[in-house]
């Protein structure tokens, strides 16, 4: 009896410890896809992600653009800081999945977030910080990498 006890007192504690990686007081953001993988003038780009928040009080979202040359360095920016609202998500969400969607070069569709055009075909990537209502901040997470074409 009291190894059964026991028993059930380690799979509640597993369980509990399972959860707490889950869900942090710190906001956790994984980037899981980005299409499509070349982009040309006036393509929308789609991002996924998903992310968890122990409080469910996400603010803020900022996005991170990054490119690189040929030598593999990095130029990063921050293309822009907009309230979670925008997502059309509703308030005081644990865990959600978020899908934000880019024009490139162009600016056809109202309410899109226009990616700027490059000079010469860019390998790009798209990343990921959230905010929550207390300023804590999420880890970052990028997409896989893109192929930009020159305009």
């Known amino acids: 009896m009291i190894k059964k006890i026991l028993a059930a007192g380690l799979v509640v504690f597993l369980a509990a410890a399972c959860n707490k990686d889950k869900f942090t007081s710190e906001p956790q953001v994984q980037v899981t896809s980005i299409q499509p993988a070349v982009v040309t003038t006036g393509n929308v780009i789609k991002l ?61 569709q109202p309410g899109l977030v226009t990616l700027p055009g490059v000079l010469r075909d860019t390998t790009a990537s798209l990343g990921l910080v959230l905010i929550d209502k207390t300023r804590k901040r999420s880890n970052y997470s990028e997409s896989a990498r893109i192929r930009l074409r020159r305009p």
Not at 66 to 84: C, E, H, M, V
């Open 48 to 108: 996924l992600a998903n992310y968890t928040d122990q409080e469910g009080d996400i603010d803020s979202i900022y996005i991170v653009y990054k490119w690189y040359n040929a030598s593999g360095s990095t130029r990063a920016d921050t293309l822009q800081r907009f309230p979670i609202s925008r997502l059309g998500l509703p308030g005081a969400l644990r865990k959600a999945d978020i899908q934000l969607e880019f024009e490139y070069n162009t600016y056809n």
